[in-house]
């Protein structure tokens, strides 16, 4: 199964992802290339985990999206990347990025089935009216 990238944060998640790291970014494209066997089996960043995937460079000229708060800061540092700001996740085939945990939803119906993620969704006290379609994060 696919990976699924979610930065640890703790207190408040938006500065901890704005302070510079220490990042392996050859080790992290390496990850995600070998991490995943084909299109059923996406690499899934969550939140600000798309800021990691973009100092990769693997977003670059994709459509991505990541929290709404940082969406603008995304846009700016990494200008290649089309960063949606109208939809909760982009699911770009082998990379899904998204703007919270709506994205675990739609990973479970693309990989488990929409029934089940409805049926997470109920679950989960989440209104989710999620469906697979044609364009990415809709």
């Given at each position: 199964?696919?990976?699924?990238?979610?930065?640890p944060?703790?207190?408040?998640?938006?500065?901890?992802?704005?302070?510079?790291?220490?990042?392996?970014?050859?080790?992290?494209?390496?990850?995600?290339?070998?991490?995943?066997?084909?299109?059923?089996?996406?690499?899934?960043?969550i939140?600000?985990?798309?800021?990691?995937?973009?100092?990769?460079?693997?977003?670059?000229?994709?459509?991505?999206?990541?929290?709404w708060?940082?969406?603008?800061?995304?846009?700016?540092?990494?200008?290649?990347?089309?960063?949606?700001?109208?939809?909760?996740?982009?699911?770009?085939?082998?990379?899904?990025?998204?703007?919270g945990?709506?994205?675990?939803?739609?990973?479970?119906?693309?990989?488990?089935?929409?029934?089940?993620?409805?049926?997470?969704?109920?679950?989960?006290?989440?209104?989710?009216?999620?469906?697979?379609?044609?364009?990415?994060?809709?």
């Amino acid at each position: 199964m696919g990976e699924i990238l979610d930065p640890p944060a703790a207190g408040d998640s938006t500065a901890r992802a704005r302070e510079p790291v220490d990042l392996d970014v050859e080790g992290l494209s390496a990850a995600c290339r070998g991490s995943h066997a084909g299109p059923h089996e996406p690499v899934t960043f969550i939140c600000t985990g798309a800021f990691l995937l973009a100092a990769t460079g693997a977003l670059d000229g994709r459509p991505a999206t990541t929290h709404w708060e940082d969406q603008e800061e995304l846009a700016q540092r990494w200008p290649d990347i089309q960063v949606r700001t109208d939809v909760r996740w982009v699911d770009d085939g082998d990379i899904v990025t998204s703007a919270g945990i709506s994205a675990s939803l739609h990973i479970v119906g693309r990989l488990f089935g929409w029934q089940l993620a409805r049926r997470t969704a109920l679950q989960m006290e989440y209104d989710w009216t999620g469906e697979h379609t044609a364009e990415a994060g809709i």
